[in-house]
Structures are given as C-alpha cells and as structure tokens.
Nanobody
Framework: QVQLIESGGGLVQARGSLRVSCATS????????AAWFSQAPGKERTFVAG????????NYADSVKGRFTISRDNSKNMVYLQMNSLKPEDTAVYYC????????????????WGQGTQVTVSS
C-alpha cells in the first residue's frame, strides 16, 4: 500500500509560480512510477506530468510543456511539480498518483491517488 498526501496548493496570480508536493508512505516509493493529474470544475481529471521510478524519464501534457517540471526525491519519498508562468486555465485540483507499472501512463490507470490540492490562478 502507498499513501499519497499533496500539499503546497494555493492562490497565485497569473504568470506566477507555485510548487506542489506529494509526500508518500508505505512501500519504497522508488518502486512506483508517479504522476500529477489535474481536474478543473466540471471537467475530467487529466494527465499533467509523469516521472519514471528512477526519475530519469519524464512526460508532460502539451499544455504545460516548458512551464511545469516534475521531479522526485526517492530518498525522501517525495514527488514535486514546479509550476511556472501559471495561467488562469491552470486552475484545478492537482492530484498525485502512483502505479507499479514501469510505463508513464497518461491515462488514469494509477493504483494510488492522493486527496488533491487546490491551485487557483487569478488574472
């Protein structure tokens, strides 16, 4: 079992930056591929960024490429999403997810999910 707890969300102005974090517990987190998803009101939960078990491979949604960076620190069992040049359309609840498979999936086929953290970008 893996427990995921997000933190770091909040209110930020457009063009600002924010870093959200995901603390994990349970089995060694290096055994899991991790990802961030977002869900805006009335919309489906969609893939934002993913990172391989060792952190050497990343994948991003086209909408965040060049602005967001996913990283992980397996020694601390942490996953991060650094969000720069934020836009109002980035407003959503951001969820951390983990899966035991090796591939970074852009679908919602992750076994473990956090409770989410709200990110609001004002114009």
């Amino acid at each position: 079992q893996v427990q995921l707890i997000e933190s770091g969300g909040g209110l930020v102005q457009a063009r600002g930056s924010l870093r959200v974090s995901c603390a994990t517990s349970g089995r060694a987190f290096s055994s899991y591929t991790a990802a961030w998803f977002s869900q805006a009101p009335g919309k489906e939960r969609t893939f934002v960024a993913g990172i391989s078990k060792g952190g050497s491979t990343t994948n991003y949604a086209d909408s965040v490429k060049g602005r967001f960076t996913i990283s992980r620190d397996n020694s601390k069992n942490m996953v991060y999403l650094q969000m720069n040049s934020l836009k109002p359309e980035d407003t959503a609840v951001y969820y951390c997810a983990a899966r035991s498979g090796a591939a970074i999936s852009t679908q919602r086929n992750y076994e473990y999910w956090g409770q989410g953290t709200q990110v609001t970008v004002s114009s």
